[in-house]
């Protein structure tokens, strides 16, 4: 089974191209919905943010406060450092678990969508790394709209705090711009599809 990694910074489309995928009958795994799971009461994420940060940063339910985080972790790239370092071995066992039951179902493709497959050395996990990449005024644009309570600042802080699309599209095989329309998109994450289909079959696009 061809193993993919879908990523991008925020507010890039690579949810969009995502979902587009899903919708070719690729399986794809949202790594931030992972986390939600993670985070709720009683789940290995949220014992891991209790140890390190403090059992304030739980809900009255028992469940990870996420905004309360989320301005704590994304003020000072330290934070966001000892975050990762708690949170993302437990992602990648998930992921790992969830990768091994697609292929056994007999799936050609899988995609694992993450917005930090580079930095956490998903070269060494992943035969194929795609990422998908916007203007910052374009996805800071895109941020807010869709999160109303949301401040620029802020938006830019969680921005500032990952890789740059620039080196982030350098350590990746393909890349989708999400400049134009989402009929654009569409026809540009069904060629990288396509393409693929086809690496896993041994075949060329």
């Keep these: 089974m061809l193993r993919v990694g879908l990523t991008g910074g925020i507010a890039s489309g690579?949810?969009?191209?995502?979902?587009?995928?899903r919708a070719l009958g690729i399986p794809v795994l949202d790594a931030d919905r992972l986390v939600h799971a993670l985070y709720e009461p009683g789940a290995p994420g949220t014992a891991a943010?209790?140890?390190e940060f403090g059992a304030e940063l739980l809900d009255?339910?028992?469940?990870?406060?996420?905004?309360?985080?989320?301005?704590?972790?994304?003020?000072?790239?330290?934070?966001?450092?000892?975050?990762?370092a708690r949170i993302h071995p437990i992602v990648r066992v998930e992921t790992e678990r969830w990768l091994a039951e697609r292929e056994s179902e007999g799936h050609p493709v899988a995609v694992v969508e993450a917005t930090l497959l580079v930095e956490n050395n998903g070269r060494?996990?992943?035969?194929?790394?795609?990422?998908?990449?916007?203007?910052?005024e374009l996805r800071l644009a895109r941020a807010l709209a869709r999160d109303p309570g949301a401040t620029r600042d802020a938006v830019l802080a969680r921005m500032r705090a990952q890789l740059p699309d620039?080196?982030?599209?350098?350590?990746?095989?393909?890349?989708?711009?999400?400049?134009?329309?989402?009929?654009?998109?569409s026809?540009?994450?069904?060629?990288?599809?396509?393409?693929?289909?086809?690496?896993?079959?041994?075949?060329?696009?």
């Design 60 to 84: 009255e339910r028992g469940a990870v406060d996420r905004p309360r985080l989320a301005r704590l972790a994304f003020a000072e790239p330290a934070t966001v450092a000892r975050l990762n």
């Design 14 to 21: 690579k949810s969009a191209v995502g979902s587009r995928w």
């Design 187 to 205: 026809t540009k994450a069904e060629a990288v599809a396509a393409r693929l289909r086809s690496r896993a079959s041994g075949t060329r696009a």
């Design 49 to 51: 943010v209790a140890e």
């Design 166 to 185: 620039a080196a982030r599209n350098a350590a990746c095989d393909e890349v989708i711009v999400t400049d134009g329309t989402l009929e654009e998109l």
């Design 124 to 136: 060494d996990r992943y035969d194929v790394l795609v990422a998908v990449s916007a203007p910052e």
